[in-house]
């Protein structure tokens, strides 16, 4: 099991940028594909970004590819999430995630979650 911590979301104004931090706790974080997913008040929770257990390859939804960038380092159990150009629209709860499977952006693909960090952009 995985235990996953986010932090660095904040308030920023619109074309500002921010970056997320995910640690995960354990020895095995490489083992996991990791995913970061966002959900607005109201919505769904939607998928932003995902990212291999090598990090060699990675995944963006569409609304936020060229904006944002999904990067890990397994020896410090950490998955960020370069977020640039902010638009009021990307205000949600940002959410870290992990699979026991292979990389997905599928929200049922992942097995565990953390408590989220909310990202507020101001007009």
């Known amino acids: 099991q995985v235990q996953l911590v986010e932090s660095g979301g904040g308030l920023v104004q619109a074309g500002g940028s921010l970056r997320l931090s995910c640690a995960a706790s354990g020895r095995t974080f490489s083992t996991y594909p990791m995913g970061w997913f966002r959900q607005a008040p109201g919505k769904e929770r939607e998928f932003v970004a995902a990212i291999s257990r090598s990090g060699g390859t990675t995944y963006y939804e569409d609304s936020v590819k060229g904006r944002s960038t999904i990067s890990r380092d397994n020896a410090k159990n950490t998955v960020y999430l370069q977020r640039n150009s902010l638009k009021p629209e990307d205000t949600a709860v940002y959410y870290c995630?992990?699979?026991?499977?292979?990389?997905?952006?599928?929200?049922?693909?992942?097995?565990?979650w953390g408590q989220g960090t909310q990202v507020t952009v101001s007009s």
């Open positions: 995630a992990a699979a026991r499977g292979v990389v997905t952006t599928t929200r049922t693909g992942y097995d565990y």
